[in-house]
């Protein structure tokens, strides 16, 4: 039996509804949550279906793989969004810059450098969220818990760089619940509107905990190809 075929639009229809009905089960608007839709390791097939049913916010993990990808497909939809969620390496914060519109992954003071040069130089200002490492996976990018205030107050104040919000990947192996909270009273007590939390495995309790963007790859596009 073949595979039935992924519908990358029906699933977008179906998740936005189990999301919203999440959300107010919460008393939150759903409407208020933004869809990242993810596709890395996915071709440009995949991702055409979405793009002209309307759906416009992106993410990729890997600078390389974005380049390969979206620069044809931002000159043909001019409104796309598109955000990097995995790490950034300093050397590719020229590429980064010039092609994001978000970057979900600062999360040390040599990249808050790299990017506050290239933005001067390049007139280009992506929107900035900081990444937490809420269980302090040593494995695993972003800032720890206890350095997040002094980090974004930093990048706030030394740097120039307004922080807009907090992203969080809490570990595989624990509850999500109590990372997206923490993650939300971090952002709480340093004014950052955008909780960036909740991927196809958690994504209803991250909408019931505050998030305002979700990142979602298997839901909508089906298995990743190995
Ligand atoms: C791949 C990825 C996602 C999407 O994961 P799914 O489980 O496929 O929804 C979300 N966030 C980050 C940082 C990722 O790398």
Redesign the pocket.
């Known amino acids: 039996m073949p595979d039935k075929p992924v519908d990358p639009v029906a699933n977008l229809a179906r998740l936005r509804a189990r999301l919203n009905a999440a959300a107010s089960e919460a008393g939150r608007d759903g409407g208020a949550i933004t869809i ?1 839709a ?1 596709t ?1 390791q996915h071709g440009i097939e995949r991702i055409m279906p979405l793009l002209e049913a309307g759906h416009r916010v992106f ?1 990729e ?1 890997r600078v390389q793989e974005a380049s390969s990808k979206w620069p044809g497909l931002k000159a043909q939809y001019r409104d796309i969004e598109l955000h990097l ?2 790490p950034l390496q300093t050397n590719k914060a020229k590429e980064a810059v010039a092609l994001f519109d978000v970057i ?2 600062l999360d040390r003071t040599k990249l808050a450098n790299a990017l506050a040069a290239e933005m001067a130089a390049q007139g280009r200002t992506p929107r900035l969220f900081a990444q937490i490492n809420t269980g302090e996976e040593p494995q695993k990018a972003g800032v720890a818990p206890a350095e997040a205030d002094s980090f974004v107050e930093e990048c706030r104040c030394d740097r120039g760089l307004a922080i807009e919000g907090l ?1 969080c ?1 809490p570990p595989a192996d624990e509850a999500p619940a109590p990372h997206f909270a923490l993650l939300a009273k971090i952002a709480r007590r340093n004014r950052l509107d955008l909780l960036s939390m909740g ?3 958690d ?1 209803e309790t991250a909408a019931q905990l505050g998030a305002t963007h979700v ?7 089906g298995p ?1 190809p190995e």
């Open positions: 990242v993810v890395k993410g993990n969620i995995g979900e992954t992203m990947i991927m196809s495995g994504y990142r979602i790859g298997t839901e909508i596009f990743r």
